[in-house]
Structure formats: C-alpha cells, structure tokens
C-alpha cells in the first residue's frame, strides 16, 4: 500500500485545511513539505518549495473528487488556493540550500585541517 500526491499548496494553513477536510470525510491524509522544504522550514523558517497532500493509493480519486468539490464552492479562500512557483523562487530555493549546505562543508573541512 502507497500514498500518491493529491494536492500541492504554498502554504502550511491551506495544507492543514485540506488534510482536516480529508480526514473529517474518512480519508487518511497527511501533508509535508516538498524537496528540500522540510531543510529550509528548519534552517530559515520557511519554504519556498511548497506542501503537498498524500493520500493511500485506494484513496486518490476519492480525495481528488472533494477537493475539486470543495475548489468549485469556493471553500479555499483566493489566498490558499494552489499557486504554481515561479522560476525566481525556484532559484532563490536552491541558492539558499547552496549556501547552507557549502557554508557546513566548508566549515567542516577547515576545522578538520586546521
């Protein structure tokens, strides 16, 4: 048994609402933050890679159909609604992951030379 991706949202509150509305119609669903977002939630405080929503395989057409449902009356306010990342934050994302993750190696390798 598997989970597959049904949702993806920029933001943590619409995730939580989804997985809420999920689990309140006898769906099992969890949500996480995508690629390198769980790093930069830690590291930064924030993510620019978004949240995503898993629900078990047997359940994906099911979860897809109440949110669409939900979507069409309108029950995610304009705000929440899933946005597509533009190339910029995309970029901004993976500079900062760059920065963090060469600033330890390199910390790491002068105090393990000096």
């Known amino acids: ?5 049904v949702y993806r949202t920029d933001d943590e509150a619409t995730m939580n609402k989804v997985v809420k509305l999920l689990q309140r119609s006898r769906i099992p669903a969890y949500g996480k933050s995508e690629g390198a977002g769980e790093f930069l939630q830690i590291s ?4 620019y890679q978004g949240r995503a929503i898993y629900v078990p ?4 057409e099911e ?3 109440r949110i669409g449902e939900w979507e069409k009356k309108g029950e995610f306010p304009e705000a929440l609604r899933t946005q597509s990342h533009s190339l910029k934050a995309r970029i901004t994302a993976i500079l900062w992951v760059v920065i963090l993750v060469g600033g330890l190696v390199f ?3 002068w105090n393990l030379f000096q």
């Open 57 to 60: 395989e047997e359940y994906t």
């Open 44 to 47: 930064m405080g924030m993510s």
């Open 1 to 5: 048994m598997g989970y597959r991706k």
């Open 107 to 109: 910390t790491t390798l």
């Open 63 to 65: 979860a897809k159909k």
